[in-house]
């Protein structure tokens, strides 16, 4: 149990609210990128798998968000290293 309250960027509410605007951030930058390069400079097959592409690496930034843990202290960190036998077996 920790001493310092829990931080707003803990709370699932938060973490929802981040993935939600990530997600809305994507669909604008997406749909300002085709209005500006295709058809002009990319075709629209290329446009779509870059998208595709984006689209992975923000559900990839958005499960990170929310898998978040916050981190833990140096004298936990010091107190594993000095007590092996008593971390759990991978």
């Known amino acids: 149990m920790s001493l310092l309250p829990e931080l707003p960027s803990s709370r699932p509410s938060f973490k929802l609210a981040a993935v939600l605007m990530l997600c809305a951030g994507y669909v604008a930058v997406a749909i300002a990128a085709w209005f500006a390069f295709v058809p002009a400079t990319f ?21 990170a968000i929310v898998g978040a843990r916050p981190t833990r202290s140096i004298a936990h960190v010091l107190y594993d290293v000095e007590h092996p036998a008593r971390l759990p077996k991978l």
């Not at 075709?43 to 499960?63: P, V, Y």
């Open 43 to 63: 075709s629209a097959q290329t446009f779509a798998w870059m998208s595709a592409l984006a689209f992975m690496a923000t559900i990839a930034a958005g499960a």
